[in-house]
């Protein structure tokens, strides 16, 4: 099975995300009560939005802070990944834990008791 990296060879910009989902700059700039300079700034490189910013932005896009960061130009390697569910679900399924109370409070936890 390929993977989808292999077939990418450029990362999304943020101009793609936001046309992903068919918006104009004036209507993220609306939803994210910024300016349409702000959005326009952002999309061209010239700046980068503060963390609160850049939550709701990722919020709004429906992608990952990470997935901004690539698209922004921002390297984020080494940034740990959120984990999804299902992965989270087969790992406590392989180490017996079948109560989300019994979970450890992080995932770097539960990957080292898997470990020992």
């Known amino acids: ?37 702000t959005v326009g700034d952002w999309e061209t490189g010239k700046k980068v939005p503060r963390f609160d910013n850049a939550i709701t932005l990722s919020k709004e896009l429906g992608v990952s802070l990470k ?7 921002i390297n984020a390697d080494g940034v740990p990944s ?19 109370e019994d979970l450890p409070e992080s995932y770097e936890i539960l990957r080292q ?4």
């Open 67 to 73: 997935t901004l960061a690539a698209a922004m130009g």
């Open 113 to 116: 008791l898997r470990n020992q």
């Open 1 to 37: 099975m390929e993977s989808n990296h292999s077939e990418r060879q450029e990362p999304e910009t943020l101009k793609a995300l936001r046309q992903t989902l068919d918006l104009t700059q004036e209507e993220l700039s609306r939803r994210l009560n910024l300016s349409f300079r």
């Open 82 to 100: 959120d984990y999804r569910l299902i992965d989270l679900k087969a790992l406590a399924a392989e180490l017996g834990i079948e109560r989300v």
